[in-house]
């Protein structure tokens, strides 16, 4: 998944007020994209997940003139991340803002990671640049990841959305089927397991049982939590539950938000997924197809 970056690489985000050095890496967004130098490295089968693409990040060194607003971000291993929270910078030669939802192919994984963390980070900052409570401008905590308000002293934390993926099967011997579905409204939409953000008020399992009722009319039973993933191109912390169903397997779509969705046997299901390295979908996906049941047992 897109937050396995390694052992070399491990994912420090405490706050520090850290002074951004030459060798430090700096995010910065603008153009719906984050300034890198992408290189194809060539010929490479786009659909297995593997794109080709190499993405390179400029350091605060590699930048002609420095940012006047930059940030503390987080740590990759020994590596520091800034953001630029100015509304342009000037570009390295080589470097263009390139968009973040594309960038979800290239190598490495870990800066990979770091544009799209960053990217969240970068989205929260730029909405609160004025307080909601008030409307006086911000100002940046200066030593905790806050925003705070001078006037009423309102305090903002980092946004974080948690949605749902659900894996509903159903088993009887050596019949093992799992839903996938396609959305409506994208031509290459891949496809997918039942997903959903939660609603106020909402525990987690209400939100899988909410979901697939209303993706695919199935009353579901038996739900197992099994990992969580960060996916900041959404803002969202995506929770995975395999599920069963309970009762009549007939699916009921919901056309407006759903192109297909169908029961699929193990063979059945298409190895689209099979490179997808970055995605929990993808991983239930391909575990699913591997194991049957004993994915979750
Ligand atoms: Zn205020």
């Known amino acids: 998944m897109i937050q396995e970056v390694g052992p070399e690489h491990v994912f420090d985000n405490r706050f520090e007020p850290h002074e951004c050095g030459l060798d430090d890496y700096v995010l910065h967004y603008a153009q719906g994209g984050c300034l890198a130098r992408v290189t194809h490295v060539g010929g490479a089968d786009a659909d297995a997940g593997d794109s080709g693409e190499e993405v390179e990040l400029p350091t605060l060194a590699d930048l002609p003139r420095p940012p006047a607003r930059l940030t503390y971000a987080f740590s990759l291993g020994e590596r520091r991340f800034f953001l630029a929270l100015d509304d342009s910078v000037s570009a390295p030669r080589g470097f263009a803002y390139a968009p973040v939802s594309w960038l979800r192919r290239a190598e490495p994984q870990h800066l990979l990671f770091a544009v799209a963390t960053g990217s969240q980070l970068d ?175």
Not at 167 to 181: F, K, P, S
Not at 244 to 257: M, N, Q, S, Y
């Open 123 to 297: 989205r929260w900052y730029r909405a609160n640049r004025f307080c909601g409570r008030c409307g006086a401008r911000t100002e940046l905590a200066p030593r905790s990841r806050e925003i705070v308000c001078p006037e009423c002293a309102a305090v903002v934390y980092p946004k974080i959305c948690p949605g749902v993926i659900c894996a509903v099967t159903w088993c009887d011997g050596d019949d093992e089927r799992i839903v996938l579905t396609r959305y409506a409204g994208r031509t290459t939409a891949l496809w997918a397991l039942v997903a959903g953000f939660t609603e106020v008020g909402e525990p987690l399992e209400d939100t899988v049982r909410r979901e697939v009722m209303e993706e695919v009319g199935l009353a579901v039973k038996n739900l197992r939590f099994y990992k969580s993933q960060p996916w900041s191109f959404t803002d969202t912390l995506l929770v995975g539950f395999w599920c069963e169903v309970d009762g009549d397997p007939a699916i009921t779509l919901d056309r407006t938000e759903l192109k297909e969705a169908r029961w699929f046997s193990r063979a059945e299901i298409p190895l689209e997924r099979t490179g997808d390295r970055t995605s929990l979908t993808g991983e239930m996906i391909e575990r699913f197809r591997l194991m049957g049941r004993a994915a979750w047992a």
